[in-house]
């Protein structure tokens, strides 16, 4: 079927699949650093997001069973969850934070893998990466991993089943933009799994901008969190990824080193 405005706006016609399931958003967001859960419920609805990441070891969804819990204001029912292994240096970590959020909602298996390797920079340590991405895979979770801008690597996630690769954009939570979009096109141009932009992402600018460089989504978290309207920012980013990803199939014009009237010179009548 040709993608035309039409069938894009009616987003069946071109959906986010992720792990066989299909999704209507190609935003997914975070649900850390709002000031309080209500905010965090009005900035989610107003992103339009379907996937929302949780970071086990910071966030009550029912470990702590008198205290405030995110399912209650974002009902899984409505959201996927995409549980997280934020704050994990080790795989021995990131594979028991992944189980224990498997447990807490009864046997979700689509997880988001992060093992950082540096507290001031937060990049991945790939090779602790791969070794729990192995393991969460064997053990039967459907693994969306975050890592570098490394090509090489990217393939070797998809290739070993991850089900999504995530490749950060600049540092997480550094605000910073798409700072390596070679690096990001040469990882979708031989993807064979959605590819997501995921940490570095500062404004709807940037997030459109990893869109048009063809990413299946973005996710993000401090972006919105920490704008100064929150749910003002969160909408902005739905409408920049739904723009990036029109822009991306329906392709640029050409670059030229010199312009070219829109309206050309030959066949006028003076």
Do not use: W
Not at 1 to 17: F, G, Q, R, Y
Not at 99 to 122: I, N, P, S, Y
Not at 145 to 164: L, Q, S
């Amino acid at each position: 079927m040709a993608v035309t405005a039409e069938t894009i706006h009616s987003t069946p016609n071109d959906p986010l699949v992720i792990a066989g399931k299909a999704y209507t958003s190609r935003l997914l967001v975070g649900t850390g650093k709002y000031r309080d859960l209500e905010e965090t419920r009005r900035a989610v609805e107003a992103s339009g997001a379907e996937i929302v990441t949780v970071a086990i070891r910071r966030t009550n969804i029912g470990q702590n069973p008198n205290e405030p819990s995110l399912l209650d204001v974002l009902p899984p029912s409505k959201y996927t969850y995409l549980p997280n292994t934020a704050g994990c240096f080790s795989v021995e970590d990131a594979v028991r934070t992944c189980r224990l959020a498997r447990e807490l909602l009864d046997g979700h298996d689509l997880v988001k893998l992060e093992v950082l390797g540096d507290e001031k920079t937060l990049f991945p340590d790939i090779p602790q990466t791969l070794a729990a991405a192995e393991i969460l895979i064997k053990d039967g979770f459907k693994v969306m991993v975050y890592t570098n801008d490394d090509p090489i690597v990217a393939k070797r996630f998809a290739e070993m089943g991850c089900v999504a690769v995530m490749p950060l954009a600049a540092p997480i939570g550094s605000g910073l933009g798409i700072r390596n979009p070679y690096n990001i096109r040469f990882i979708v141009e031989e993807a064979k799994v959605p590819i997501l932009v995921d940490a570095g992402v500062g404004t709807a600018s940037d997030a459109a901008i990893a869109m048009e460089l063809g990413c299946d989504g973005v996710l993000m978290n401090t972006a919105i969190a920490a704008a100064r309207n929150p749910v003002l920012m969160a909408h902005a980013m739905k409408k920049a990824v739904e723009a990036g990803r029109e822009a991306y199939l329906a392709g640029r014009m050409p670059r030229k080193q010199y312009g070219s009237p829109s309206s050309p010179l030959g066949g006028t009548f003076f």
